[in-house]
């Protein structure tokens, strides 16, 4: 559902409320800040704004989608070479 809402949203647009702890506490920097944007970049079709905003949004929406994928197949699917 995170994923969805990233696709939908404007990343260039005006900042939000943010979750992150570091950003709550008033440090300015923080390494999984912009994580979202570049993820949100990525769904746009803009690579190099995404690797701007942050160089790990490519392979972290791999590992996502690739977990969002291994989580949804039947688990027949899943442990059919474990019962062999």
């Known amino acids: 559902?995170?994923?969805i809402c990233?696709?939908?949203?404007?990343?260039?647009?005006?900042?939000h409320f943010s979750?992150?702890?570091l950003?709550?506490?008033?440090?300015?920097w923080c390494p999984g800040c912009g994580l979202?944007?570049?993820?949100s970049y990525l769904f746009h079709?803009?690579?190099?704004?995404?690797?701007?905003a942050h160089w790990l949004g490519?392979?972290?929406?791999?590992g996502l989608l690739y977990r969002i994928?291994?989580?949804?197949?039947?688990?027949k699917y899943r442990f059919n070479a474990d019962n062999r």
């Open 45 to 52: 079709g803009d690579i190099k704004s995404s690797f701007h």
């Open 69 to 75: 994928y291994t989580l949804a197949l039947p688990r």
């Open 19 to 21: 979750l992150c702890p």
């Open 6 to 15: 990233l696709a939908f949203t404007n990343p260039a647009g005006e900042s």
């Open 36 to 39: 979202g944007h570049a993820i």
């Open 23 to 28: 950003k709550l506490l008033g440090f300015t």
């Open 58 to 62: 490519i392979p972290v929406l791999g």
């Open 1 to 3: 559902m995170a994923l």
